[in-house]
């Protein structure tokens, strides 16, 4: 079975849409994301971009917590 998990490309909104408890890492990351009007709009990769975070570190955080929240 294929889990669901967050890609670079999936907007902020989707990405806590799908898995609430992705909101404790953008604010662990020092993100504003969450509840921020561009959440619609801005990629994970914005997002780091914008934080200047690095993409590929924040995605393993937000997945390993999505997939926590799905359990075993």
């Known amino acids: 079975m294929n889990r669901p998990h967050i890609t ?4 902020v ?3 806590v849409a799908r898995f609430p408890a992705l ?6 990351f020092g993100m504003a ?3 921020c ?4 709009f801005d990629t994970v990769r914005d997002a780091a971009a914008a ?9 393993a955080e ?3 917590a999505a ?6």
């Open 62 to 64: 937000l997945n390993r």
């Open 23 to 28: 909101a404790a890492v953008f604010v662990s």
């Open 13 to 15: 909104e989707q990405a």
């Open 37 to 40: 009007d561009m959440a619609a």
């Open 67 to 72: 997939a926590a929240e799905l359990g075993p």
């Open 8 to 11: 670079i490309d999936d907007t």
């Open 33 to 35: 994301c969450v509840g």
């Open 51 to 59: 934080y200047d975070r690095e993409p590929a570190e924040l995605l």
